[in-house]
């Protein structure tokens, strides 16, 4: 580590040895190590089809059958996938007896609870791929906690990449068996009738993923939970793990803290030079796989606890 990364360290963890009230934002990046494609990376493309662009109602709507494929492939790929170092190191700083802290996750992998961090000091802001909601306006049936896969007969086998060969490809979708890379090709979705998709037992409608799309509103009560904890008291610390800060109001969280006198630390494959060289007030960057830096950068306080 060079001199000056490791004066950062240093001096991040002197302050992290001091906080009382800690905070994280996470996103896709902390899950990147686990297997699980980011938005917006070069895996951030499922079948061709750019991942946001399948995230809103609109395109349930359009075609319900295509956008449960895409969930039923990030449900599957999630079940196989196991939480990392970084998972595991924030699971451990939430048993740390003398600090404060809660993980704001905007991903529903649920690799944080898996880890070990506890649901009741953990935020999953945008919902998770494992809760199903009813579509029908006067039916409240939500099923928590569902790992069935697939969720119906006609969901099974959409879940795996084939390059043209036939050949399975890996999760990632940007490497073949041999390990040579191969950009994600276009691969065809199945066309499913709506009966073929998930229904709900209580009234026979739709379901959908218990998820929250660009448009849709997030949980007032969840929302307030957050901001309960943030106006408290002093946020000592922000941990800002494996996210690009593109989505609203996920993103709003660090310029409060901020505002409120916290210092924050960010933890990205992809920093500003300026960051990492500590030449921003208050912010500490530490560039790489946030399942290794996190672990390290952490390890005053999470070596206190037994993993
Ligand atoms: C809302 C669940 C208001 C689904 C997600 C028009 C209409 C309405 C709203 C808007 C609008 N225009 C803009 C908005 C706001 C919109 C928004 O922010 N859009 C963006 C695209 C600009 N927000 C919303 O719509 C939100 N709701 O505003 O409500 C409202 C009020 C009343 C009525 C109606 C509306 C809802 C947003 C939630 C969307 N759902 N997820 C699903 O997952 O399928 S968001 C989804 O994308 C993820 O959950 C995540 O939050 C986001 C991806 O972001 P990241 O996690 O940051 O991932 P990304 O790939 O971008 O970055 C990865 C980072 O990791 C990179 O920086 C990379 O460098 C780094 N990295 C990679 N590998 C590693 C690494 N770092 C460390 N280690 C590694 N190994």
Known sequence: MSTRL?????????????????????????????????????????KNFNMIDLATPDAFYIDPGLVWQFYSYRRHAALKAHPNSGHLALARLSQVPSVEFVTITQNVDGLSIRAGTPRHKLH?????????????????????????????????????????????????????TDGASVSPEFTPVKQL???????????????R????????????????RIDGFIEQGPID??????????????????????????????????????VVDGQQEGVWGFR???AETLPQALDPLISQVCP
């Open 6 to 46: 490791n004066k950062s360290m240093m001096e991040f963890q002197d302050h992290l040895r001091h906080s009382k009230r800690i905070v994280a934002l996470v996103g896709a990046g902390l899950s990147a190590s686990s297997g699980l494609p980011t938005f917006r990376g070069s895996q951030g493309l499922w």
């Open 124 to 176: 999953e802001i945008h919902g998770s791929l494992f809760d199903l909601r009813c579509t029908s306006f006067g039916c409240n049936y939500v099923d928590h906690d569902n790992f069935v896969d697939p969720l119906t007969p006609a969901l099974g086998g959409t879940e795996e990449e084939f390059d043209r060969s036939g050949r399975k490809r890996s999760m990632h979708g940007d490497e073949d």
């Open 193 to 207: 009738d709506d009966s073929e998709l998930p229904r709900c037992p209580a009234c026979g409608d739709l379901l």
């Open 209 to 224: 993923p218990g998820v929250v799309w660009f448009g849709e509103s997030l949980s007032l009560q969840l929302l307030n």
């Open 237 to 274: 610390l922000m941990l800002v793990v494996g996210t690009s800060g593109t989505v609203y109001p996920a993103n709003g969280y660090v310029d409060r803290v901020r505002y409120k006198g916290g210092k924050v630390a960010i933890f990205n494959t992809d920093i500003e030079d300026s």
């Open 288 to 290: 790489g796989d946030a």
